[in-house]
């Protein structure tokens, strides 16, 4: 699978990312949102990963649907968007019962292999383990990420 | 003569629990014995069979030296004092082991039995074990109420081994059904499911007994190959119960049979721990291939199976053992079972778990825990009644 990836940084680089609010540099702050790019530039199976200051986000293209995450493990801090898109069994009410589901949008962190929603971030073997998701709007063909509002993926158009 | 502990009132508090020894063995004094309950088909093979340790038409040759060997078999015929490797009658029992240690109570299995599951054939080992039910039923559960009986199952054929389960478990004092570690495949393989179906049923525990890994048909003492010697067995074979545990979890055995104990006897217990932080570790990530499996392995093995005390390494200091084990599902992993008579069996008074167990573990590893694990034997509640009254009926 291929990974894009840009890496400048957020900050004072014509090649970065664009944000809302030049602040980053004065404050530390992270700005409302970024844009990542053409949407067209990403084609579905494709992600991105961006930095934003100090941290990284990946952004997946699922069939159309757009999904931005942390990029890192909460367990060992690998870099979680360079995981493998997937499926997952469903937790069974019965041995063997497989429900093959969430097909494309379970993320295995390519280190221990912890399986995570990309629509909620949240670990398959326990919800209360998550990665911080952010929703990802579509403005005039480009693909902003939106940093302060909580959440998962969004549509948007 | 007194034998309940809480008739006693100079017993300390932790004495006065009564005490259920989950694991004793017995065997017939001698092989004519069992003829009465094997068909005359069989009367010939199992006399001209190789006797004392295997008495089967298929010679079981451990391929690493053993210096006891020969003793045991000697042992077996003699006198049946403590030090043998079984008990041969319910009087020397009682007299040598229940009431020498104020025992309430004693989950009682053939020696040998387990061994049958290693033999090549399936006519014989099916004929042989419902008739080692049936002399166990007869000779000890009938003489003594005290002594509560474990079921031996040709698992080569899973069948005949259902329904002699199910025949056997019309006696009320049959509480578990008896496995060798010792085996062709995990016991979470769906071969072996009915068999574990048949016990759920029943209300029966399953006891997966250490001590025939390597025998007959079943696999070599460790994945990787034959130990050389009897030291080298006894610390490397342990990998070989890892297996059974770890497939039976895996494969949603508890999950089929939610009430099911599983007891490991004579397999030791310090090892688990570490291996359960790595089974836990593990689940996270490989969850998908079992999902039936929804909770963390430890849970689901600090809720299903229990272990014998008998084959508890003393650890020094014994609080590092303690906790060792509450870094997994709390400590109530443990139930006191000796393996008695042999030679290395605990009896309460010099038992390494029950000197060191925290006192609020006392009654679950005397008696609490094994009448949990075996819904059975909670038919024999009152032990202290039961116990007077047996004495003195069975002489």
């Known amino acids: ?157 | 003569m007194t034998t309940t502990t809480t008739m006693n009132p100079s017993l300390t508090t932790a004495a006065s629990i009564p005490t259920i020894d989950a694991d004793v063995h017995v065997r017939w004094q001698a092989d004519e014995d069992i003829l009465p309950y094997l068909s005359a088909t069989w009367h010939e093979r199992w006399l001209r069979a190789p006797g004392g340790h295997t008495p089967a038409g298929l010679v079981v040759r451990p391929m690493y030296y053993d210096p006891d060997a020969a003793a045991y078999s000697a042992a077996m015929q003699g006198p049946g004092t403590v030090g043998a490797a079984a008990f041969p009658h319910p009087d020397v029992l009682a007299r040598d082991w229940l009431e020498a240690h104020n025992l309430a109570a004693a989950v009682i299995s053939c020696y040998d039995s387990p061994l049958i599951a290693t033999y090549g054939d399936v006519d014989y080992p099916v004929e042989v074990a419902r008739a080692v039910n049936r002399w166990i039923t007869d000779r000890f559960l009938e003489a003594d109420a005290r002594l509560f009986g474990s079921i031996t199952v040709a698992t080569q054929h899973v069948e005949e081994a259902v329904r002699e389960i199910h025949r056997a478990a019309r006696h009320p004092r049959m509480v578990q059904v008896l496995l060798p570690a010792g085996a062709r495949m995990p016991y979470g393989h769906a071969h072996f499911r009915p068999i574990f179906k048949a016990a759920a049923e029943c209300g029966l525990a399953v006891a997966i007994v250490s001590g025939t890994e390597g025998m007959g048909t079943s696999n070599p003492p460790t994945p990787s190959g034959w130990p050389g010697t009897m030291a080298e067995m006894r610390v490397a074979r342990t990998s070989v119960f890892t297996a059974h545990l770890t497939s039976l979890v895996t494969s949603g055995a508890f999950v089929d049979f939610p009430e099911l104990t599983v007891l490991g006897m004579g397999t030791g217990v310090a090892w688990l721990p570490p291996y359960l932080w790595r089974f836990d570790k593990n689940w996270k990530a490989l969850r998908s291939e079992c999902p039936w499996l929804r909770e963390l392995p430890s849970e689901v093995v600090g809720r299903h199976f229990r272990f014998g005390s008998g084959a508890i390494t003393p650890v020094d200091p014994p609080g590092e053992f303690w906790r060792l084990l509450r870094s997994v599902s709390g400590s109530r992993l443990v139930i006191h079972a000796s393996g008695a008579p042999r030679w290395d069996a605990q009896d309460p008074g010099s038992s390494f778990v029950l000197s060191s167990a925290p006192a609020a573990l006392q009654a679950w590893i005397r008696s609490e825990g094994a009448l949990a694990a075996c819904p059975r034997m909670r038919i024999e509640q009152n032990q202290a009644t039961l116990c007077g009254a047996g004495t003195s009926g069975s002489r």
């Not at chain 1, 940084?9 to 970065?16: E, F, I, P, Q, R």
Request: hydrophobic share 35%.
């Open chain 1, 1 to 157: 699978m291929k990974t894009e990836t840009a890496s400048a940084t957020l900050a004072g680089t014509s090649s970065g990312p664009r944000s809302t609010a030049d602040e980053t540099s004065r404050s530390g702050a992270l700005p409302d949102s970024i844009c990542v790019g053409a949407a067209a530039d990403i084609p579905e199976g494709g992600r991105r990963i961006v930095a934003v200051g100090k941290i990284s986000i990946g952004v997946f293209n699922v069939g159309g649907r757009w999904y931005a995450l942390r990029n890192f493990c909460p367990h060992w801090g690998a870099e979680l968007c360079r995981g493998r898109l997937t499926g997952t069994n469903a937790p069974a009410a019965r041995t063997g019962e497989y429900n093959w589901g969430q097909v494309g949008t379970i993320l295995r962190c390519p280190w221990h292999g912890w399986e995570f929603s990309l629509e909620s971030g949240r670990a398959v073997f326990d919800e209360r383990l998550k990665v911080r998701t952010y929703p990802v709007t579509l403005r005039d063909g480009e693909l902003w990420i939106e940093l302060r509002s909580k959440g998962g993926a969004q549509e948007t158009e």
